[in-house]
């Protein structure tokens, strides 16, 4: 991801906002400005909790492989990791790195709560860009 459209995205990621439609009160996350149920125009910021459940989830212990090493996107990362698809208390669904935990812990509909982490690194000089996490409570 390019460096200002981290910038743009930081409100979301650091603090978990997403949109509230003022009409049908719909929640969206990630942000939207148009209400997908009733159209309204006028979406407000809307703060989530942080406080979710795991709807599935899956663990990678494979590294993504780029050989050609083209996909400058798509930094080297540790294995393994688990992300996990979550239902915020509020309604809305999103996907996330669950951490600060044994893989054989996670399950589905188990109780998650917002973390605060690195996210990725972009080169030894780079910016490092924070971001939301799970993990179980
Ligand atoms: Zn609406």
């Not at 990621?13 to 969206?28: D, M, S, T, V």
């Not at 979710?52 to 083209?70: A, H, K, L, M, N």
Request: charged share 30%; proline share 7%; with cysteine.
């Amino acid at each position: 991801m390019a460096v200002p459209k981290i910038w743009r995205k930081i409100p979301e990621y650091y603090n978990l906002i997403g949109r509230q439609c003022p009409e049908c009160k719909e929640l969206y996350f990630p942000v939207r400005d148009v209400c997908k149920k009733c159209g309204c125009l006028e979406m407000t910021d809307y703060k989530f909790e942080g406080k979710g459940q795991i709807v599935t989830f899956t663990i990678t212990r494979t590294p993504i492989s780029d050989p050609e090493g083209e996909n400058t996107e798509i930094p080297a990362r540790d294995v393994p990791y688990a992300v996990a698809v979550i239902k915020l208390e509020e309604g809305p669904m999103l996907t996330a790195e669950i951490v600060d935990c044994n893989f054989e812990d996670i399950e589905i509909g188990k109780n998650v709560e917002v973390v605060f982490r690195k996210i990725m690194e972009h080169g030894a000089k780079g910016v490092i860009q924070y971001g939301y996490k799970f993990r179980l409570c």
